[in-house]
């Protein structure tokens, strides 16, 4: 391969990698490096179509490589962080990206990587000063922009939020990630449709875009308005550190048992009591099963149907498939088949929708499957007792303790996994 040859084809990749075509990219890089020829450019290159084929391992060798024969390779640290933030190693990420900071500290585009991690762990003043550094270096780095501007929105500044945003579109007004940025800003504001508008420019602009695809949804959902305030507690709890979720997690439990132990003792307050009980247990009901129940609506909409991904289009239907189960179970038994073992089906299928709902709801493929085998073996022992109860005609078998305690157990580990990532 002459000289003239091997440039076209490595500015072929690039443009490749540009347009976000790995597969093809990797094949001429492939074809470069089986020449002979192993510079640090290309193997850089390599590494970036590994990464976007999901190739963590061959990428990590690749940056491993460069950062071995050239340890003050800025960029190959840059890679190796990006791997680590996609694992949710966040820890090990900002330990990886400080070192490329260190070595190419005149970069806006690490700071505003750098910001970016650090949204991800909810640590917003942190994450605004890394922006407020990247923009430093380059006051229009548009990446640098849009983590000010979501640091600001989990500090709740958030005029200041959308003063960044709007100088970001001035700067750029295509950018997809910025009217994504945007449409989120409104969305905490519950300001749908017109949070609704902007995703649909970042998809138009990008159609591959989560972030954006992501809040289109929530979006769509929310322009019900009881969905709505409800997105808006969710977004509000979202911003929060793990611990604190888990405060909170644990703090409502604790008020719900000690209302129902008053409730319970106090004859009295009961008609005061009771209905905050079916307040708090309702809420924390509707946070596993509201959004999979949205989105079983959203399944007969043309639309909404095209911008679900298939983990939640599955999700929906099982949702949906528990609920028809559970209904249809008690209008078997009021219709006249007077079994109470119906009622327990019926009551153990309406709660098969918080596993079906949420099993998908990791971000990392690992957590999923494990969700996955907890969900298949809960819906296994319902299915065992509801054949006991329904063969014995009482409400409940010698086992029904068993999906009891494996539902409790599933919500406990899943939100220590979702909180986790």
């Not at 003043?125 to 380059?138: F, P």
Request: charged share 20%; glycine share 6%; aromatic share 12%.
């Amino acid at each position: 391969m002459n000289q003239y040859e091997f440039v076209r084809q490595i500015s072929h990749a690039d443009v490749l990698l540009s347009q976000g075509r790995f597969g093809h990219a990797e094949e001429i890089l492939e074809r470069l490096m089986a020449t002979g020829y192993e510079g640090t450019d290309i193997m850089k290159m390599m590494a970036i179509a590994k990464m976007g084929l999901k190739k963590y391992g061959p990428a990590e060798e690749l940056c491993r490589l460069i950062i071995t024969h050239h340890p003050n390779e800025a960029f190959a640290f840059y890679l190796l962080a990006t791997i680590r933030g996609t694992e949710r190693k966040f820890d090990e990420a900002l330990s990886t990206l400080n070192e490329a900071i260190k070595l190419d500290p005149a970069n806006a585009d690490y700071f505003a990587f750098k910001a970016n991690i650090l949204l991800q762990t909810k640590d917003y003043k942190e994450a605004l000063d890394s922006a407020d550094l990247g923009l430093s270096v380059d006051a229009e780095n548009i990446d640098a922009l849009n983590a000010r501007a979501s640091a600001l929105v989990g500090l709740n500044r958030k005029e200041e939020a959308f003063q960044t945003i709007n100088k970001s579109l001035a700067s750029d007004p295509d950018n997809a990630d910025t009217h994504a940025n945007m449409g989120w800003g409104l969305l905490h504001q519950g300001k749908s449709d017109m949070a609704l508008q902007h995703f649909k420019t970042a998809l138009k602009q990008e159609p591959m875009n989560e972030y954006a695809r992501g809040g289109m949804l929530e979006a769509m959902k929310a322009r019900f308005p009881v969905y709505r305030y409800f997105l808006m507690l969710m977004l509000w709890l979202g911003k929060m550190k793990g611990n604190n979720q888990w405060g909170f997690i644990i703090g409502g439990y604790i008020v719900y048992r000690v209302l129902v132990t008053l409730a319970e003792n106090y004859a009295g307050l009961q008609p005061f009591l009771i209905p905050l009980i079916v307040l708090i247990a309702l809420f924390f009901i509707s946070t596993w099963i509201f959004s999979p129940l949205m989105n079983l609506y959203l399944l007969t909409n043309p639309f909404g149907k095209l911008t679900l991904d298939e983990d939640q289009k599955q999700s929906a239907r099982l949702v949906g498939i528990s609920l028809l189960i559970s209904l249809t179970s008690i209008l078997v038994f009021w219709i006249g088949y007077r079994n109470d073992g119906l009622l327990s089906l019926s009551l153990f299928a309406f709660a098969m929708m918080i596993p079906v709902g949420s099993m998908n709801n990791p971000y990392l493929e690992e957590n999923k499957r494990k969700l996955r085998y907890w969900t298949l073996a809960i819906a296994m022992l319902i299915l065992i007792d509801s054949v006991l109860a329904i063969s014995s005609g009482t409400f409940l078998s010698s086992i029904s303790f068993l999906p009891v305690l494996a539902l409790i157990g599933y919500q406990w580990y899943t939100n220590y996994i979702l909180i986790r990532e």
